[in-house]
C-alpha cells in the first residue's frame, strides 16, 4: 500500500548554472522557482555548493523570502554551511557529500565512516527545527547509521539505476532497482522517511515512484533541459502525470 501522495521537489540549480556561464541576472533561479509551485512541485530543491557554482547566498535568501512551498536545503557537512542553515532554518536540509572536482554529486554520503561527527554536525539543524535528510546509496549499513546519528529522513540516491538505464545496460539497472527497492523498505521499518532522486527522467522516474515507501523525489536536470522544449510548468506537469500515474 501506497503511503499517499507522492511530493515532486524540483531542483532549480541549473536556472543558476545557465545564468553563471554568462554572469548575467537572468535566468533567474526564484522566478523558476515560483513557476515550479504553480506548476505543481511541492517543494524546491537547492544546493548550495561550497564553489557556489550555480546557486548563490543571495538565491538562497531570495528563496526563503519568495517561496509558498518548502525549501529543501542541499549542502554539504561543513561549518561553514551550518552557519548557513541556522541563519535561515529551512523546511528540510539534505546533507550531500561534496567533491570539488566532481561535475555533480556521484555518490552518497558515507554515513558509516563519519558517524560521531555527522550526529554532532545534525543535531543543532534538527533542534532550529528543520527536517534532516541524509543523500545515501542502497546500502543497508548506511541507511542504519543514518538512523543512529538521527536523520528524520534518507534521499536514495537514483544515481546509477539511472546511469544503467542510460548505458541500455538494463540487467544492472533491475538489480539496483531492486537494492533500491529494499532499501526503502528498510528505511521505513526503520520509522525513517524515504525520499529518492538523482538523474531521474521521464523514461525512469515511474518504478520509483512506485515504490510505496518513497514519499518524495528529488528531480532537477532533466526538467530544466526538457524546460529548453516544451517549457518548465509543462515539464513539471508531464513527471507529476508520470509519477501519479506510477503511484494509482
Ligand atoms: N537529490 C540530490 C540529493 C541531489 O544532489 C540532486 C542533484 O543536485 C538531485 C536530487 C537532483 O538530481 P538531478 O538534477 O539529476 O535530477
Not at 54 to 76: C, K, S, W, Y
Not at 149 to 174: K, M, N, P, Q, S
Request: net charge negative.
Amino acid at each position: 500500500m501506497s503511503k499517499g501522495k507522492l511530493r515532486l521537489g524540483v531542483n532549480i540549480d541549473h536556472v543558476a548554472t545557465v545564468r553563471n556561464a554568462r554572469g548575467s541576472a537572468y535566468p533567474d533561479p526564484v522566478r523558476a522557482a515560483k513557476l515550479a509551485e504553480m506548476a505543481g512541485a511541492d517543494g524546491i530543491t537547492a544546493h548550495l555548493r561550497e564553489d557556489r557554482r550555480h546557486i548563490t547566498d543571495a538565491d538562497i535568501d531570495g528563496l526563503m523570502a519568495a517561496l509558498t512551498t518548502p525549501l529543501n536545503f542541499e549542502m554539504a557537512a561543513t561549518t561553514e554551511m551550518q552557519a548557513i542553515a541556522l541563519r535561515h532554518k529551512p523546511h528540510a536540509i539534505c546533507v550531500v557529500p561534496e567533491r570539488r572536482e566532481e561535475r555533480t554529486t556521484e555518490g552518497g554520503l558515507d554515513v558509516l565512516r563519519d558517524e560521531a561527527r555527522l550526529a554532532g554536525f545534525i543535531a543543532p539543524l534538527r533542534e532550529a527545527g528543520s527536517r534532516v535528510s541524509i543523500f545515501i546509496g542502497a546500502d543497508a549499513g548506511q541507511i542504519r547509521a543514518a538512523h543512529r546519528i538521527g536523520a528524520a529522513v534518507v534521499e536514495l540516491h537514483t544515481g546509477a539505476y539511472c546511469d544503467y538505464h542510460a548505458e541500455g545496460d538494463f540487467a544492472a539497472r533491475d538489480a539496483e532497482l531492486a537494492r533500491l527497492t529494499e532499501a526503502a523498505a528498510l528505511a521505513d521499518s526503520l520509522g525513517l522517511e524515504v525520499h529518492a532522486g538523482h538523474g531521474l527522467t521521464f523514461d525512469t522516474v515511474q518504478p520509483i515512484a512506485a515504490l510505496p515507501q518513497v514519499m518524495e523525489l528529488n528531480i532537477g536536470h532533466f526538467l530544466i533541459g526538457e524546460a529548453i522544449f516544451i517549457g518548465l510548468a509543462e515539464a513539471i506537469a508531464q513527471m507529476r502525470r508520470l509519477m501519479d500515474d506510477a503511484r494509482s
